[in-house]
């Protein structure tokens, strides 16, 4: 029995946004010829740490996010859902209670 089905309004999950984050975040890193122990170092964090953005495991903080959008040039829209210069409209839930 289902219990609970995404609504076509829903956000896409953390874990969706996670997956096309790292994705993004490798094909940038590989577009400028960088290794990752290299990336880890410009923006001056652990390779580890790294590596957990690119297989989409974990989340950056903010500050970090921004710095990353700094070091490849791109917006944070564009690391976190891929819509550079789209108008792309994103469901907020509803907050009232």
């Not at 996670?18 to 410009?42: N, V």
């Not at 040039?73 to 108008?87: K, P, Q």
């Amino acid at each position: 029995m289902l219990l609970w089905s995404m609504a076509k309004n829903d956000p896409p999950s953390a874990e969706i946004i996670r997956r096309g984050f790292g994705t993004r975040l490798r094909a940038l890193r590989k577009t400028r010829g960088w290794e990752p122990k290299q990336t880890a170092a410009r923006l001056d964090i652990l390779y580890h740490r790294y590596m957990k953005y690119e297989e989409g495991l974990r989340e950056p903080p903010f500050w970090l996010l921004v710095r990353m959008a700094r070091l490849y040039s791109v917006t944070t829209d564009f690391l976190l859902i891929g819509a550079e210069g789209e108008n792309q409209e994103i469901p907020i839930a509803n907050l009232d209670g």
